[in-house]
C-alpha cells in the first residue's frame, strides 16, 4: 500500500460514465464488488453527480451503500442519514430571470429542485435528452402553461440546452453562473460551485482534509474535482482535460476501470473478475 493510499478516507466517484456505463446504463458487477471491498476497508464512499437528490442511480444505490452524496455539481451535499451539509439554491429573481431569457430566445430550460425537474421552455429538447441520460421521465415535470414559478423549493441547479449563437448572451446576462457542457449544446447552469467544494463541505463536517480523498471522474464536471482531491483519478474513456489533470487514467468504465485504479493504488487487494466482456 503506497503513503498516499494509506491516508486516503474517502473515495467519491462521479456516476455517469465512471460506475454507471453512459446509453446502457449498466453497473458492472465488478464495479459492485470493488466498491464493497473498499467500504469493508473502512474508506468511506461518497457519489459527486451532475445529478439532482431524487435522479441518481437505483441499481448502483440497491448494491453499494454510500454515506455521501454530492447533487447537482456541489449544490446540494448530505450523508447517508439525511443529514443536510450544503444546500445552495438559486433566488426568486435568478430563477425568473432564467425562465424570461430562455422564452425569449427559446432554448430549452429545466430546473433541478427538490423533488422533481421542471421544465418551463422546451419541453421535447429536454425530454430528449433526460430519456437519453437517464432513460425515465417520471421525474419530469411539464411547466410551459405554469403562470411564473410556482414550487415549494428554489432551484438548486438548471440543465439548458443553448443555441451557439446565444450562449456568450446568456453568460453575459448570468455571470454569477457557471455554464458547463455535457453534451453537445447542452449545459449544467450552477451557482459558484462544483463538485470539488462539494467535496470539500465533507472533509469539514469529518475534519479530513481533501488529501485524504481519492475520485474519479470522466467528464468536465469532474475536472475541479480531479484536480482538488489527493488523488484523482481518470477513466479510460474520460474527456482529453480530464486525462491531463488526473493523477492516474485507468481503464474504461465498462471494464473494470475503478477495479484497476482501486488496486493500483492498493486500496483493495482482490482482483475482480471482469465479467462484463462475457455479456
Not at 458487477?29 to 473498499?38: D, Y
Not at 467500504?39 to 435522479?55: D, E, N, T, W
Request: glycine residues 6%; aromatic residues 10%.
Amino acid at each position: 500500500e503506497s503513503e498516499e493510499a494509506s491516508m486516503i478516507k474517502l473515495a467519491i466517484f462521479g456516476v455517469d460514465g465512471a460506475q454507471v456505463t453512459k446509453g446502457n446504463r449498466r453497473v458492472t458487477a465488478s464495479c459492485v464488488k470493488a466498491l464493497n471491498e473498499l467500504s469493508r476497508k473502512g474508506v468511506r464512499l461518497a457519489i459527486a453527480s451532475g445529478r439532482p437528490p431524487f435522479a441518481m442511480e437505483q441499481s448502483l444505490l440497491e448494491q453499494v451503500s454510500f454515506d455521501y452524496f454530492v447533487c447537482s455539481n456541489g449544490a446540494f451535499v448530505r450523508n447517508a442519514q439525511h443529514e443536510v451539509l450544503y444546500h445552495y439554491s438559486f433566488t426568486m429573481e435568478e430563477t425568473r430571470s432564467l425562465i424570461h431569457a430562455f422564452k425569449k430566445t427559446d432554448n430549452a430550460l429545466m430546473f433541478q429542485c427538490q423533488d422533481a425537474a421542471h421544465c418551463y421552455h422546451g419541453y421535447k429538447r429536454i425530454a430528449n435528452m433526460l430519456q437519453n441520460f437517464l432513460g425515465r421521465l417520471d421525474i419530469l415535470v411539464d411547466e410551459r402553461e405554469s403562470e411564473g414559478y410556482l414550487q415549494d423549493t428554489m432551484p438548486l441547479a438548471a440543465v439548458a440546452k443553448i443555441e451557439d449563437a446565444d450562449l456568450e448572451m446568456m453568460k453575459q446576462s448570468f455571470p454569477q453562473f457557471l455554464f458547463t457542457p455535457f453534451d453537445t449544446c447542452f449545459y449544467d447552469i450552477n451557482g459558484a460551485h462544483d463538485k470539488a467544494t462539494g467535496v470539500s463541505h465533507i472533509c469539514e463536517a469529518m475534519g479530513w482534509s481533501m488529501q485524504d480523498v481519492i475520485s474519479f471522474g470522466d467528464d468536465y464536471n469532474d475536472l475541479e474535482m480531479i484536480k482538488a482531491c489527493g488523488i484523482g483519478v481518470a477513466m479510460g474513456d474520460a474527456r482529453e482535460a480530464v486525462k491531463e489533470a488526473a493523477d492516474y487514467v485507468s481503464g474504461l468504465c465498462s471494464r473494470n476501470g475503478i477495479a484497476q485504479a482501486l488496486l493500483h493504488y492498493g486500496l483493495i487487494d482482490r482482483v475482480c473478475d471482469d465479467e462484463a466482456v462475457s455479456e
